[in-house]
């Protein structure tokens, strides 16, 4: 499950706010927060998306100011440390206001993408030149001398470098193009699109859940394109109105509910040059998800990755670009659901012999090498190592890096050899999380740190032992102060990672109202070794509150079986858990009073919050819901089908896990907030639960705001914020309340 304002809404948002119980938080804490939110957690001006370039003598990277969200394209060279301006929106656009197509703004919000300008960029495999998207155009530049070229054409999708360099495929109209560089020629490869047949870009359910944005894939030789087909047909669709604009059509979306028909899917092989498609062959009635697609080297062959609905069982196939026809690799089954590495798998090595995979098959996720036919060679980590990916492969030397380690709530880089067992090389120490990006050398690599005392940025490392040889320039603005968070792990029946978050002022002798910052659910950890994360917490915590997170059983890092305990009921194992950690925190704390807990989440947190006011009121004195999916008949299939299966397989499951089943329980405040134009978690899940509370005579407050899943504009979330905690101020203060 993943997540435009004009002035007009900003002056009904501030008359609501104004119009709200309690008043404005202290100019201090007013100015902590407009800060925070207008560097986006200081994360503006720092470097986004490098890349080494193929010499390694370079990086490539994308940067905004500190309180500027447009990115622009820069290069740093590692020898001397000077640093370029290669190439800015504003030259390209020359004064002209950057406009985006609603594909392309459906597609930045299936990636969470709220930021401006060079959102994205790509070197060719050579390194001499760089493609960049900007207003649904598409421009190459050349490293050497910086000059610009656009290509002909316009509301272009998805444009990739062809790996010779010498072409750029992208989509327009539901059809893959290729343009070739020297004579601007633009050949459409496909034909045929219409509203509901589109070709060479990835359906909803891949983009949202599957980490799979990518509808089409470019040989090693340059010569072909394999692409998807997506047929949505019998995909039912929504429709997302503009209500300042009542005037405009609505926005017309495929979106596939549980239990309803699944967009249909294939793979066709094209000529560069165009060429009458051969499809390939697999059994798509049986595994109707497309997962991956994997054609990097050479002497490898063409790999895909496909699903059953039901998401137990998997095959690894390899294909015959000739024909189409498909062999069987591997197989993965599993009773609850099988997980997809974010990693595209598999990982070939150069010389086609052997593959890198991802499985859960042992219990927790490991590296396994497989030889061409399948065949396992030996597991790389073992399965108590905690892996949270795998990074990369280095052939020379026979070695992988991959990110993990013993403590979930930090992240650290290991070495692992591909030979027999041995012990592997730790290279990063400092408390925090980590992540590597490397490129086609293997002497150095970029290191990205987030680190518990605060610090954070990018470096250039040395490969063998992870020592600093660079830093890349950043602009951006450093907090003040960090946020005084503590992390533990809980005692009793069952140790869950948690964190506390206490007031500046802070007073043993006192005693603290509790607010659950929560998420609880799949796929994403609230608790993690890296201080930006707690920012609002502490903002929220220096109100005169205490705030905690808590990540109980369903959520990643602590095994297969920790993961799936939620499998058929997604509340019950989730607030026993976030329940018994709030008791565990107080023993540990005694500030804590849980006479006075509110909870607050967004999305499944939303989802979460709601639930726990409505099934557990002696716990949990009022609640803040943001987003919240009430019923999951009315979220997409690739999600809610993975923990709860089929509605018609799984009523009480789904009965048990819907917020309506409890909405006539709600005796206690809820504030209830929700974009009017999400397209991920519709508004239509707040107006059902708003519609049940009302007519079971239940008061509740409800905010709805113009926007979608994504709450980034800042001053919308400094109002946003504002109002959730003046609601929490209202409920939890005074004790005597």
Same mark, same amino acid.
């Given at each position: 499950?993943?997540?435009h ?24 804490d007013l100015?902590?927060? +407009? ?7 200081? #994360? &503006?001006?720092?470097p986004? $998306?490098? =890349? *080494?370039?193929? !010499? @390694? ?11 500027d969200?447009v ?26 206001e ?6 392309? +703004?459906?597609?930045?919000e299936?990636?969470?993408? #709220? &930021?401006?300008?060079?959102? $994205?960029? =790509? *070197?060719?495999? !050579? @390194?001499?030149?760089l493609?960049?998207a900007?207003?649904?155009?598409l ?21 990739h ?14 059809e ?14 496909t $034909? ?6 589109r070709h ?12 799979r944005r990518e509808?089409?894939?470019w ?8 692409y998807?087909e ?8 929504r429709?997302i109105a ?21 967009a249909?899917v294939r ?5 560069r ?7 390939v ?6 595994y ?7 054609w990097?080297?050479?002497a490898?062959p063409?790999?895909v ?11 690894l196939?390899?294909?015959d670009?000739a ?28 010389d ?11 219990g ?10 399948g ?12 892996l ?7 052939e020379s ?10 403590d979930?709530r930090?992240?650290?880089l ?23 990006v ?40 450093r907090?003040?102060s ?19 978050v206490?007031p500046r ?16 659910g ?5 608790v993690?070794?890296?201080p ?5 917490d ?6 005169g509150?205490?705030?905690v ?11 297969r079986?920790w993961?799936r ?7 019950e194992?989730?607030l ?7 008791e565990?925190l107080?023993?540990?704390e005694?500030?804590?009073d ?18 726990a006011?409505m099934q557990k ?6 609640a803040?819901?943001g ?17 709860l ?5 799984n009523?009480?499951?789904y ?5 309506l089943?409890y909405a006539?329980?709600l005796n ?7 974009g ?44 946003r914020?504002?109002?959730?905690i003046d ?11």
């Amino acid at each position: 499950m993943r997540r435009h304002l004009n002035l007009a809404w900003f002056a009904w948002i501030v008359l609501f706010v104004c119009s709200s119980r309690a008043a404005e938080p202290e100019l201090a804490d007013l100015r902590y927060f +407009r800060e925070l939110v207008e560097t986006r957690n200081y #994360s &503006l001006g720092q470097p986004v $998306s490098p =890349q *080494l370039t193929p !010499d @390694g003598k370079a990086v490539v990277f994308l940067r905004g100011g500190a309180r500027d969200p447009v990115l622009r394209l820069y290069e740093f060279t590692i020898a001397d440390g000077s640093l370029r301006e290669i190439l800015t929106p504003e030259k390209l656009l020359q004064g002209a206001e950057e406009k985006l197509t609603a594909e392309e +703004r459906s597609r930045r919000e299936r990636s969470r993408q #709220s &930021l401006r300008g060079f959102t $994205s960029f =790509q *070197l060719s495999k !050579d @390194g001499s030149k760089l493609l960049v998207a900007l207003s649904n155009k598409l421009y190459v530049l050349r490293r050497p001398d910086g000059h610009v070229t656009e290509l002909p054409g316009r509301d272009w999708i998805d444009p990739h470098f062809s790996p010779d360099g010498r072409a750029v495929a992208a989509v327009n109209g539901g059809e893959l193009h290729v343009v070739e560089l020297e004579t601007q020629k633009d050949t459409a490869l496909t $034909s045929g699109a219409t509203e509901t047949l589109r070709h060479g870009t990835a359906e909803f359910v891949a983009q949202e859940e599957m980490d799979r944005r990518e509808g089409f894939w470019w040989s090693p030789d340059s010569q072909s394109i394999v692409y998807q087909e997506t047929d949505n047909s019998g995909v039912e669709s929504r429709f997302i109105a503009n209500p300042l604009h009542p005037e405009m059509a609505p926005a017309k979306n495929f979106y596939p509910r549980a239990g309803t028909q699944n967009a249909k899917v294939r793979l066709g092989i094209v000529a560069r040059s165009g060429s009458e498609t051969r499809w390939v062959d697999w059994d798509r009635e049986k595994y109707p998800y497309l997962a991956r697609v994997v054609w990097k080297e050479a002497a490898a062959p063409l790999c895909v990755v496909v699903q059953n609905r039901a998401q137990q069982d998997e095959l690894l196939l390899s294909v015959d670009p000739a024909n189409g026809a498909t062999r069987e690799l591997l197989r993965e089954k599993d009773a609850a659901w099988l997980n997809l590495d974010h990693k595209p798998m598999p990982i070939w090595l150069k010389d086609g012999r052997q593959f890198l995979w991802t499985t859960e098959r042992n219990g927790a996720w490991q590296v396994e090498l497989h030889s061409a036919d399948g065949a396992l060679v030996r597991a790389i980590t073992p399965a108590d190592f905690q892996l949270d990916e795998l990074i990369d492969a280095n052939e020379s030397d026979r070695s992988i890096v991959v990110a993990g380690g013993p403590d979930s709530r930090e992240r650290h880089l290991f070495r692992f050899s591909l030979e027999a067992k041995a012990e592997p090389q730790r290279l990063t120490h400092e408390p925090g999380r980590h992540h590597g990006v490397f490129g086609e050398t293997k002497e150095t690599f970029l290191h990205r740190f987030d680190l518990l005392d605060g610090r954070t940025g990018w470096e250039v490392a040395r490969s063998a032992d992870a020592k600093q040889i660079a830093q890349l320039p950043s602009v951006a603005v450093r907090p003040s102060s960090l946020p005084q968070v503590e992390l533990l792990r809980t005692e009793g029946a069952r140790s869950l990672d948690a964190a506390i978050v206490r007031p500046r002022d802070f007073k043993k002798t006192s005693r603290y109202p509790v607010i659950l910052d929560v998420y609880a659910g799949p796929g994403h950890k609230q608790v993690l070794a890296q201080p930006d994360r707690y920012m609002i917490d502490q903002w929220m915590a220096n109100r005169g509150y205490i705030v905690v997170a808590i990540d109980g059983r369903g959520t990643p890092g602590h095994g297969r079986d920790w993961e799936r305990a939620i499998r058929g009921n997604l509340i019950e194992v989730a607030l026993a858990d976030q329940v018994a950690g709030l008791e565990a925190l107080a023993k540990h704390e005694p500030a804590m009073d849980l006479k006075r807990v509110g909870v607050v989440g967004w999305s499944f947190g939303g989802y979460f919050s709601a639930m726990a006011v409505m099934q557990k009121p002696e716990i949990f004195r009022c609640a803040v819901a943001g987003a919240p999916v009430v019923t999951w008949e009315n979220y997409d299939t690739h999600y809610t089908e993975r923990y709860l299966g089929l509605p018609s397989e799984n009523a009480d499951g789904y009965k048990k896990s819907s917020v309506l089943t409890y909405a006539s329980n709600l005796n206690r405040p809820l504030l209830l907030i929700h974009g009017l134009t999400d397209d991920n978690v519709y508004f239509q899940h707040s107006v059902q639960l708003s519609e049940a509370l009302f007519q079971s005579g239940k008061s509740f407050n409800f905010l709805p705001l113009l926007g979608t899943h994504m709450v980034s504009e800042p001053l919308l979330r400094l109002r946003r914020q504002t109002r959730i905690i003046d609601f929490f101020d209202a409920e939890l203060k005074p004790a005597t309340k």
